[in-house]
């Protein structure tokens, strides 16, 4: 059983920061893939940053220059540090995790934490 639980969100005002988090557990070998993801109320869900096991990493254009994506492989953890914030992020803020192993691709989602910036 494969469980992602995230931490770290909570209440900032604007130009604030919070750094959330995402540990895995379970049985997963050969991520590809973990990423962070956002949705707003009435908002479709969007990929905010993502890192790769090649090293690859991309950004949301919004938020590049102010958020920071990095990955502790031994740790199966990922992270997201969010500087400057502003109210548009609010949002809950969702980790993926995707793995290959062969041809055979998995996926899996965190429970999603609350972020919400506010003076």
């Known amino acids: 059983q494969v469980q992602l639980v995230e931490s770290g969100g909570g209440l900032v005002q604007p130009g604030g920061s919070l750094r959330l988090s995402c540990a895995a557990s379970g049985s997963i070998f050969s991520i590809a893939a973990m990423a962070w993801y956002r949705q707003a109320p009435g908002k479709h869900r969007l990929l905010v940053a993502e890192?790769?096991?090649?090293?690859?990493?991309q950004y949301f254009e919004s938020v590049k220059g102010r958020f920071t994506i990095s990955a502790d492989v031994a740790r199966k953890t990922v992270y997201l540090q969010m500087n400057s914030l502003k109210p548009e992020d609010t949002a809950v803020y969702y980790c993926?995790?995707?793995?290959?192993?062969?041809?055979?691709?998995?996926?899996?989602w965190g429970q999603g934490t609350q972020v919400t910036v506010s003076s």
């Open positions: 890192i790769t096991s090649g090293n690859n990493v």
């Open positions: 993926h995790v995707r793995s290959v192993t062969g041809m055979q691709t998995e996926e899996w």
